[in-house]
């Protein structure tokens, strides 16, 4: 009876150092985790803020495809650049709406929502078109109801406002003023929600060719 439980004790130990042996290798190739490059500021890099006074709206309906986020990232760019152009269904007459903002209204910004293990990005903006013009008065209620998206610029970068399935949503509002000094004119507030604080654009729109 000894022999036999010193023969299973034997079995049993060499059963377990196999084991150890036969472990599979874990290398850097088979564990996923996060790679953070540096975020560095070198000394004199240029800061300027606020945004160019002009903004392009595509509306959802109008286009059969659009930039858009990759769903698998191969570099740290594919994090947050839109890849892909507007493919508008009328590709005769098809093209994005310019609009023309009055300088320093133009305004964009994305704030952290959510609770812990759920956060994403709360994208909010505005901008000021001046007059009264039936032009406007046409966009404005055309615009109302109407999801799309949002082309605007900094000095440095081109951003789109709007992923299919999470376009952006504008809204406008006129006010003719009291006085003759006053302001008077549309003023345009639009939001949407994005895993990204910004939306780059992979391959930027002519806009000056818009504005002619």
Not at 60 to 81: E, F, N, R
Not at 98 to 112: F, L, M, Q
Request: charged letters at 20%; hydrophobic letters at 40%; glycine letters at 8%.
């Amino acid at each position: 009876m000894k022999q036999i439980f010193r023969l299973l004790s034997v079995l049993f130990l060499f059963a377990l150092v196999a084991s150890a042996f036969m472990m599979p290798e874990v290398t850097a190739e088979t564990v996923s985790c996060a790679v953070f490059a540096p975020l560095l500021w070198p000394a004199g890099a240029d800061n300027m803020g606020g945004y160019k006074n002009r903004l392009l709206f595509i509306p959802q309906d109008a286009v059969s495809s659009v930039p858009t986020l990759p769903a698998s990232t191969v570099s740290d760019d594919d994090y947050v650049t839109a890849a892909g152009s507007f493919v508008f269904k009328d590709t005769v007459a098809g093209k994005p709406t310019a609009i023309y903002a009055t300088p320093k209204s133009v305004g964009y910004k994305a704030d952290s929502q959510g609770e812990e293990d759920c956060k994403s990005y709360k994208h909010t903006g505005e901008f000021f078109h001046p007059g009264n013009k039936k032009a406007a008065d046409i966009l404005a209620r055309k615009i109302a109801n109407t999801p799309g998206y949002l082309i605007l610029e900094d000095n440095e970068n081109q951003y789109i406002v709007g992923q299919p399935g999470y376009p952006c949503t504008i809204t406008a509002s006129y006010d003719g003023g009291k006085a003759a000094a006053d302001k008077r004119g549309f003023s345009f507030t639009f939001d949407f929600d994005s895993v990204c604080p910004k939306i780059h654009m992979g391959t930027p729109i002519d806009i000056d060719a818009l504005f002619v």
